[in-house]
């Protein structure tokens, strides 16, 4: 029986990280071109009320296995992997917080199927989308100033842009910013610091990413919450 159970459960890990890297791969443009966003973390946050949240933890990993296979293994596209990630691991995190703050928090639907009619209240649809669009935005916008952009933008210019001088792999925004190459890899790309350049640096992630991934919080926890309550119909 628990073989039965361990085999169904690593059966609907593997189908919801194929739809996952299906919506993975194609992307929904927004009013600006660097705001593009896909719903893949909405089936991460299925594979937690159906599987919990270790299977989401596998669906993830292969989401982006997958999807690297599909799309290739360029050292800058490792790192955009890598973000979107660690953008996956907080939405999880995040939902795992509002729904015990919200007390809607239940055992996975494989194990447990709830008796009461499922229903998402406007004070929960509140307290998730809250939660996961704040947390969403402050450590992605955490995260890209200190340590992914800077590692991005010197892997590209290392790697995969042949006009650019780029000799060190800078993994923190402290040695980033006091590379010459990097100011003129900047500069190319349109992006002219003023100084302090710490401040100005943050200033322009901020702008670059905030809108995304507010966006984003929105999006894929409304979406969820619409889904939400039909799971309980599945066949598991």
Not at 20 to 46: T, Y
Not at 155 to 161: D, H, I, K, S, T
Not at 203 to 228: E, H, Q, R
Request: hydrophobic share 55%.
């Amino acid at each position: 029986m628990e073989k039965n159970v361990r085999l169904k459960k690593s059966l609907y890990i593997v189908s919801l990280a194929s739809v996952a890297s299906v919506l993975g791969i194609f992307e929904i443009p927004m009013l600006v071109p660097w705001l593009k966003i896909d719903l893949s973390e909405v089936v991460v946050l299925v594979s937690a009320i159906v599987v919990g949240y270790k299977g989401a933890f596998g669906v993830i990993g292969l989401r982006s296995l997958v999807r690297r296979l599909a799309l290739g293994f360029l050292p800058s596209e490792i790192i955009g992997e890598l973000i979107a990630v660690v953008a996956s691991l907080v939405i999880l995190g995040a939902y795992y917080l509002a729904s015990k703050l919200a007390k809607t928090h239940r055992a996975p639907l494989m194990y447990e199927i709830p008796i009461e009619k499922p229903k998402v209240t406007l004070k929960e649809t509140l307290i998730i989308t809250g939660i996961i669009t704040f947390s969403l935005a402050f450590v992605l916008l955490m995260f890209n100033f200190f340590i992914a952009t800077p590692l991005y933008l010197s892997v590209l210019g290392r790697f995969e842009l042949p006009f650019a001088d780029i000799k060190t792999i800078h993994f923190t925004v402290f040695t980033f910013l006091k590379d010459p190459a990097i100011m003129d890899l900047l500069v190319a790309f349109d992006v002219n610091l003023d100084e302090p350049y710490l401040s100005s640096f943050f200033f322009y992630i901020m702008v670059m990413y905030a809108p995304l991934n507010i966006s984003k919080g929105i999006t894929t926890t409304l979406v969820f919450l619409l889904i939400k309550p039909r799971l309980q119909y599945l066949e598991l």
